[in-house]
């Protein structure tokens, strides 16, 4: 796929430059991990295969904008509004343990009073207390996403004003309630087409959460795919401390991130093992 193909707006001059920079730097990415390129395409395809599948929800879904918001209005019992929160997959209710911990200048924001000036989110809740939906604008309702409940999963679909999905958000959670996978993916509903794909996959051992997550940039050509992992301790049922496995990755400094232990600042909580 060539990201900059259908760039009405970007010169071939451009788009030559631009897809040759990406050539040279794939070159040298893959002589960094010591990785040929048949081994990297090996590793990239079943995160390919992932987002294929996303695709093919997209393909189902993108005609049930009209359907959802239907529904929606019939089960919808409770409402609750939230600021800030923009940089993050739906706001306060993101379903990430960790993202607004290890990606900087990430937060979630903070629930609020309906008539608070700054409030962009408007979430809503089923006669379950289930999160059903969140709408987000703040100067009208810029895009919708609902949110799908089955056993201990739930897939949320975002649409746009012009109800094109924009994009597709997996969950599943264990049987004490943690979550154990998210896979949130960037899509383009005018071409069935996925543009990012992040996974995050939790295991839960002892006072660690081991949390390792990719991310697929599937316009790119070649596709680019990050792996990290993250070990977090916790204490007291909450976030302490976190050491990282970087693939292949440093800071400015061109120093490794991984075995640097950080502390957690954000009071994040874990649920607790159901003993019964």
Known sequence: MDFFKDLDFVTEEDKSFMNDFFQ?????????INMTEQEYQEQCAPYLEEASRISEIIKAEKERAEALQSDLAAKAVREERSRGGETIHRGFYCPSLIADIVIGNCKRGSLCKEDHPKAIYTHYF??????????????????????????????????????????????EYDGNGRIIQYIYALCDSTKNAVVQCDKELYTYSGDKVIVDTSSLLCAASPVILTLNKYVFQIEAGYLKSYTLEVFQSEDISHEPLDSRTYQVKIKRKIPQINQS
């Not at 040279?24 to 990415?29: E, G, L, Q």
């Open 24 to 32: 040279k730097s794939h070159k040298a990415f893959l002589e960094k």
């Open 126 to 171: 089923d006669g379950d207390d289930r999160h059903i939906a969140t709408k987000q604008g703040d100067s009208g309702i810029e895009s919708t996403e609902y949110i799908l409940h089955s056993d201990n999963k739930s897939l949320g679909i975002m649409f746009d004003e012009d109800d094109q999905i924009v994009t597709v958000a997996e969950c």
